[in-house]
Nanobody, 116 residues
Framework: QVQLVESGGGLVQAGGSLRLSCAAS????????MGWYRQAPGKQRELVAK???????NYADSVKGRFTISRDSAKNTVYLQMSSLKPEDTGVYYC??????????WGKGTLVTVSS
C-alpha cells in the first residue's frame, strides 16, 4: 500500500503563485511515476503534470510554462510549483502515484482557489 498526503492548497489571486507538496509513504517501488491531477466543479479529473522516477516530465498544455513539477526521491515527495495562476486553475488537486505492478494510488486532494 501507498499513502499520499497533499499540502499547500489555498486561496490566491489571479497572477499569484502556490506550491503543492505530496509526500508518499508505505511500499514505494523504485520505478514509478507521481503526478498531479485536478478536478474543477462539474468537470472530469484531468492530468496537470507528472514525473517519473527517471525525472521525465509531462504537462497539460494549459499549464506549460506556468507550472513546474519536481520530486525529491530521497523524501518520496513530489512538488508542483504553480505560477501565473488563472481562475480556470481552480479545483481540487489530487496527488497520484503509479507503478506497473499495483497501479494507481490517490491522495485525498487539496483545494486550490484562484480569485479574479
Amino acid at each position: 500500500q501507498v499513502q499520499l498526503v497533499e499540502s499547500g492548497g489555498g486561496l490566491v489571486q489571479a497572477g499569484g503563485s502556490l506550491r503543492l507538496s505530496c509526500a508518499a509513504s508505505g511500499s514505494i517501488f523504485s520505478i514509478n511515476a507521481m503526478g498531479w491531477y485536478r478536478q474543477a466543479p462539474g468537470k472530469q479529473r484531468e492530468l496537470v503534470a507528472k514525473i517519473t522516477s527517471s525525472s521525465s516530465t509531462n504537462y497539460a498544455d494549459s499549464v506549460k510554462g506556468r507550472f513546474t513539477i519536481s520530486r525529491d526521491s530521497a523524501k518520496n515527495t513530489v512538488y508542483l510549483q504553480m505560477s501565473s495562476l488563472k481562475p480556470e486553475d481552480t479545483g481540487v488537486y489530487y496527488c497520484n502515484y503509479l507503478d506497473r505492478i499495483r497501479g494507481d494510488y490517490w491522495g485525498k486532494g487539496t483545494l486550490v482557489t484562484v480569485s479574479s
